[in-house]
């Protein structure tokens, strides 16, 4: 799935048997690429990186979920290239993936950790693209967003997701902390903005602030 906004053009690369959107992000103005969230299945992002000859400089993390880490390290690693993200408070989850990967059936995972943790407030460039970095704890303590405003596109991980939102029953998750960030952080971007959800379909923040379930 090849989408392109302007500046911006995505692919989306569904990645283990939780069907994660793994998202590959390039800037057209200047060729730079990265991913976000690499979950799994690195031989499949590694074939469509080298068919269409792209070079990624960075990997980007949202939380520390095994199905979106789980092939992090390896991609790092083979394209010499730093894992960013997400929060220092997920850190107990990169500490836990050996015991992530025998829970749901993955293969097995090492203990790895990012090259950079990420604040609220900060930003990451992806080619001359300008990624702004939002906190929005509830489905992990750590889970950050990346949003992209000239081109009203977030990239919002396991936060939020058309008719649903994440899940908070996982360790140190937090319903209600949840929907605060989705009611105070996300939806005051704006009706416009479209969102890549960690898993199923896009929507608009619009869209779901009128027809999510979870947020009347």
């Not at 105070?184 to 779901?208: A, C, M, N, Y």
Request: hydrophobic fraction near 40%; charged fraction near 15%.
């Amino acid at each position: 799935m090849n989408n392109s906004m302007n500046a911006i053009e995505f692919t989306l690369i569904p990645v283990t048997a939780f069907a994660q959107n793994c998202s590959l992000v390039i800037c057209t103005e200047t060729g730079g690429a990265a991913l976000i969230d690499p979950g799994g299945d690195a031989e499949k992002i590694t074939a469509l990186l080298h068919q269409h000859a792209i070079q990624i400089d960075k990997i980007l993390l949202t939380h520390g979920h095994l199905d979106h880490v789980g092939a992090a390290k390896v991609l790092a690693k083979q394209f010499n290239v730093p894992l960013i993200g997400p929060h220092r408070d997920d850190l107990f989850l990169f500490e836990s993936l050996p015991q992530q990967s025998a829970i749901f059936g993955f293969p097995h995972c090492e203990v790895f950790y990012p090259n950079q943790w990420l604040e609220e407030g900060e930003s990451i460039n992806v080619g001359a693209l300008q990624f702004s970095i939002l906190h929005c704890p509830g489905h992990t303590p750590g889970h950050i967003v990346f949003y992209q405003a000239a081109q009203q596109l977030l990239f919002s991980g396991d936060v939020i997701f058309k008719g649903g939102v994440g899940r908070s029953d996982f360790p140190r998750g937090n319903g209600q902390q949840l929907i605060a960030s989705i009611e105070q952080k996300l939806l005051p971007l704006g009706d416009d903005v479209t969102f890549i959800p960690g898993h199923g379909p896009r929507s608009t923040l619009g869209h779901e602030r009128l027809t999510n379930p979870f947020l009347r």
